[in-house]
Each structure stands twice: as C-alpha cells, then as structure tokens.
C-alpha cells in the first residue's frame, strides 16, 4: 500500500514509519509541517528508504494537501500530525485549534474528494485512520471504571478539547458522506525519540543533570503509560484489520501516579549513572498545579485487543529501561535542544524557551 502519513517527523509519527519501514513492504509519503517537536533523525533508516518520501507541508493548508493526494494518490490515510501539549495549549490554544481542528477538516475535505474519485476497487479499501487520545474522555476518579470505546466525551484542556473536536468531525465524515475512517484512542506514550519537553524525558535529563524534578502538586495525579513502538504495532494493526467507523482504544494496563513515575525514573538513572551526592530522588520538587489538571486517565483495552489480535510487548519497567538507555546513548539529539531551552529561559526569551511543564 501507499501509506500517507501526517506528522511522521514527530513522536509518535516517526515510530509509525519506522515501524512500517521494519515490518511490512508498504510505502509511505510523511507529510510533515517540522515544528519544534520534528526530528527528521527520528526516521532513522527510513529517511534513506526508496519506499519513504517526505514532504514538508502544513495539513492545514488545503492547495498543499490537495497536491500531495494528487501526486502520491495514497491507498490510506494515518492522520497523526497534531499538537500535543497540554501546557502549551494553555499557554497558547490557538495553534492547536489551527492544526488539530482545521488541519484535520482540510484532510478529510481533500480525502472525500479524492476517495469519491477513486475506482471502485480502491475506494472499497481505502481508509482514514485517525489518531487521537484518552483526553478527550476528560477525568476518572479515583474508583472510576477505565475509558472504553463508548466512554462519553468531557474534554477539560484546550489540546484536549481541540482533539475531541477533530475526533467529532471524523465521526461526522463517515456518517455523513460514508468516509471509510478509523480512529483510535491512546494513552501517554514514552520512548526514544520523544522531545525532552514531555514528562518522562524531561525528568529523566533533569535528574542527570542534577537540576530540579518539578511534580504538580502532590503526585497523585494518574497517566495509563504504552510504550510508542507498542502502539505504533497497534496503529497499524488498526489501518490493516480496523472496520469502518470503528473505534479502538489501545493501551499497555500501565497506570501509575506522576509520583510513582518519577521515582522510577531516578531509580532508573540511580541504577545507570549512581550521582556522588545521593540519589536522585532528593531533587523532587512538588510545585502549583496547572489550572484544569485532570486528576486520572486509565483505559481498558479489552475489546481493542480482542478486535485486533495484539496486545502490548513491554510493561512499563522494560519500556522505561530501554527509554531511558536510549536517552544516555543519544546526548548528541537532546543536548542542543535542552541548552536551547534554557539559554532561552536565562535571556528572558519567552519565546525560546520552552513553557513550564512537570509531572
């Protein structure tokens, strides 16, 4: 198959490629707009495929979108191309709004045109896989049952709400005009490659350097963990086996509190890089709670695994030793990026540096 992938330069995209490039012949055109968070050294082998094209391109802009159907006539759509970060989203909700909500509108306006026109062959087995999240479904309480496929929608951040809305429009495209879509729903992924903004990175190149591990408030808070090359499998899984108008929720059953995620981290660069003035744990740091803080997100993925005949490879311990490995053998990625950040932050550049962002 031609695979058209969105936003295949970043976290999760660029282990989509990686792992369709590794596990099956199909070709992939990587649509992506390289923001901050894209790493074209995250494609790894596959940026030197003859099956892998990249094209740098904005989804939202429609006569670039249409030119890409056009010219590389994809059999599927795996729509990952967002923004993602929900500090930033506070900070400053309107490019989510652009990318995720009028960047998924203008695909899936070029994808109906196009599949309309497509034989009928090809239109039969063309899919639009769209890639969301668990925030969508809002908070659980404590003794809340876990997020299911049919788990109504309460998005409580700008990027949630921005993600729960491009959700709807998908939902909206198949059962107005009969767009074969998939989507599917995740929780934190983690892993190599991930841009040292997020929590796990962050932590884990904050406890080596020594600097503080910034906690909201008392850890308590809880995140369902999936390593990425688990659900870059299973996202495939879905493009490849997915019904039409199906939804899929994949997860790894890997709750843990922020608390508990960030001891492990130190436990793990302790266990790697032991630090002469104690262990890392001392460097916690418990700081004011962002505003709309989602007190737990967990799901079950039962029917998924079912559905689709997968369940995760690595529970999260195996998955953070090789994160965190992969972190110590590739300082040559992140440093440049981290001493960015902070010169940023030294001059008072709002701009450079990188917005507040904890556990």
């Known amino acids: 198959m031609r695979v058209l992938v969105t936003g295949g330069c970043g976290f999760i995209g660029s282990a989509v490629v990686r792992y369709i490039m590794r596990?099956?012949?199909?070709?992939?055109?990587?649509?992506?707009?390289?923001?901050?968070?894209?790493?074209?050294?995250?494609?790894?082998e596959a940026a030197h495929s003859p099956r892998h094209t990249l094209v740098e391109a904005d989804i939202a802009d429609h006569a670039a979108m249409r030119q890409v159907f056009d010219t590389f006539q994809p059999d599927v759509v795996m729509h990952l191309a967002a923004e993602t970060h929900?500090?930033?989203?506070?900070?400053?909700?309107?490019?989510?709004?652009?990318?995720?909500?009028?960047?998924?509108?203008?695909?899936?306006?070029?994808?109906?045109?196009?599949?309309?026109?497509?034989?009928?062959?090809?239109?039969?087995?063309?899919?639009?896989?769209?890639?969301?999240?668990?925030?969508?479904?809002?908070?659980?309480?404590?003794?809340?049952?876990?997020?299911?496929?049919?788990?109504?929608?309460?998005?409580?951040?700008?990027?949630?709400?921005?993600?729960?809305?491009?959700?709807?429009?998908?939902?909206?495209?198949?059962?107005?005009?009969?767009?074969?879509?998939?989507?599917?729903?995740?929780?934190?992924?983690?892993?190599?490659?991930?841009?040292?903004?997020?929590?796990?990175?962050?932590?884990?190149?904050?406890?080596?350097?020594?600097?503080?591990?910034?906690?909201?408030?008392?850890?308590?808070?809880?995140?369902?963990?999936?390593?990425?090359?688990?659900?870059?499998?299973?996202l495939v899984?879905?493009?490849?086996?997915?019904?039409?108008?199906a939804t899929y929720a994949l997860s790894a059953r890997q709750p843990r509190t922020n608390l508990q995620v960030v001891r492990a981290i130190c436990a793990a660069v302790d266990a790697r890089l032991p630090d002469p003035a104690g262990p890392r744990e001392r460097l916690i740091t418990y700081v004011t709670d962002r505003p709309g803080h989602d007190f737990r997100y967990e799901i079950d993925p039962s029917a998924s695994e079912r559905a689709l005949d997968w369940r995760a490879g690595h529970d999260f311990e195996r998955g953070l030793a090789r994160t965190i490995d992969w972190y110590l053998a590739h300082r040559a990625w992140w440093e440049p990026i981290r001493a960015a950040r902070y010169a940023g932050q030294r001059l008072g550049n709002a701009g450079a540096a990188a917005p507040r962002s904890a556990a």
């Open 86 to 234: 929900v500090d930033r989203s506070i900070d400053g909700p309107g490019p989510f709004v652009q990318t995720n909500v009028v960047g998924t509108y203008t695909l899936l306006d070029i994808a109906r045109a196009y599949w309309t026109a497509l034989p009928a062959p090809r239109a039969a087995a063309f899919r639009f896989h769209h890639v969301s999240t668990d925030e969508v479904f809002g908070a659980l309480g404590p003794n809340d049952p876990p997020f299911t496929e049919t788990t109504p929608y309460d998005p409580r951040s700008p990027y949630s709400a921005s993600k729960a809305a491009s959700d709807h429009l998908v939902r909206a495209w198949h059962h107005t005009y009969g767009l074969p879509v998939l989507v599917s729903n995740t929780a934190n992924n983690f892993g190599p490659w991930q841009f040292p903004e997020k929590l796990i990175p962050l932590v884990a190149l904050n406890a080596l350097e020594g600097r503080p591990l910034p906690v909201y408030g008392d850890g308590s808070n809880m995140r369902d963990w999936i390593f990425v090359e688990d659900h870059a499998e299973a």
């Open 23 to 44: 596990s099956t012949d199909h070709n992939v055109v990587n649509v992506d707009k390289m923001t901050y968070a894209a790493s074209v050294d995250a494609l790894e």
């Open 237 to 245: 899984r879905v493009l490849e086996r997915g019904q039409p108008g």
